[in-house]
Nanobody, 115 residues
Framework: QVQVVESGGGLVQAGGSLTLSCAVS????????IGWYRQAPGKQREFVARVGSIGYANIADSVKGRFTIFRDNAKKTGYLQMNSLKPEDTAAYYC?????????WGQGTQVTVSS
């Protein structure tokens, strides 16, 4: 059974940076797609970024140019590098892992950006 654990969230001032990590176990990591989603209070969960098993990445327009998604297959970990953070980036960030027969979510990590 897949296990997904996010880390790296915190409080940062606007313009600052954070890197979120998504540690995965229980599946063949190299064959999985890693996605990041976020959910702000009172809003629906929204797509942020995704990197496929061969490294092709998709980034939401709202964060394009500021956020980068990448993966380290040796460490079985996905990352979301967030630069130039804005108050509107404040949300709980969730990692999603997809592979044949698997769709796993982490518990989320909170990112708060102060103005």
């Amino acid at each position: 059974q897949v296990q997904v654990v996010e880390s790296g969230g915190g409080l940062v001032q606007a313009g600052g940076s954070l890197t979120l990590s998504c540690a995965v176990s229980g599946i063949t990591f190299s064959g999985a797609a890693i996605g990041w989603y976020r959910q702000a209070p009172g809003k629906q969960r929204e797509f942020v970024a995704r990197v496929g098993s061969i490294g092709y990445a998709n980034i939401a327009d709202s964060v394009k140019g500021r956020f980068t998604i990448f993966r380290d297959n040796a460490k079985k970990t996905g990352y979301l590098q967030m630069n130039s953070l804005k108050p509107e980036d404040t949300a709980a960030y969730y990692c999603n892992v997809q592979a044949p027969g698997t769709n796993g979510w982490g518990q989320g990590t909170q990112v708060t950006v102060s103005s």
